[in-house]
């Protein structure tokens, strides 16, 4: 056997036995093949965000609007019955969702500190009858086509 064919069968070896992830790169050294789990995310990101920690008197559809328009185009608000203080809003993009939670994350607003995750979900189902929220207003608030979205194409957002 010489030498390119103990090579060869080195290499199918580590394929096959464990070192399968690992590739020799031109440097020498050796890099990880496999994914992680962050990579893989931030391949398949979802433009809504889950956003915890509201204060339930105090915010509403609008409010929230209001806070996250200036990172993107906003489609739907849902506030989530039994989560208090809990909505999913989503973007018209997910680089936007990402910036927002980026810069939002930690922030204290009406004395409650929110937190900011990118949902599993793609999108937010519209919800034909929604709850009354404690300041009187609907729990569900669709703003695709609103005047009050601030850009007219994803590139004017970036």
Known sequence: MDEFQWNQKKKYEENEYGNGN?????YGGFEDR???RSEERFQKRSPVLM???LNAEKF??????????LYGNIDRINF????????MVEFEDPEAAEEAAENLNDTTMFGSSLTFEESRKGYVEEIRN???LPDG???FENFIGDKNNRFNSPKQAA
């Open 130 to 132: 929604p709850y009354e």
């Open 22 to 26: 690992r590739a020799e790169n031109d």
């Open 60 to 69: 509403n559809c609008q409010r929230l609007f209001n806070l996250l328009c």
């Open 51 to 53: 956003v915890y920690n």
């Open 137 to 139: 207003e609907k729990s």
């Open 80 to 87: 989530i019955r039994n989560k208090e203080g809990c909505a």
């Open 34 to 36: 496999r994914r992680s």
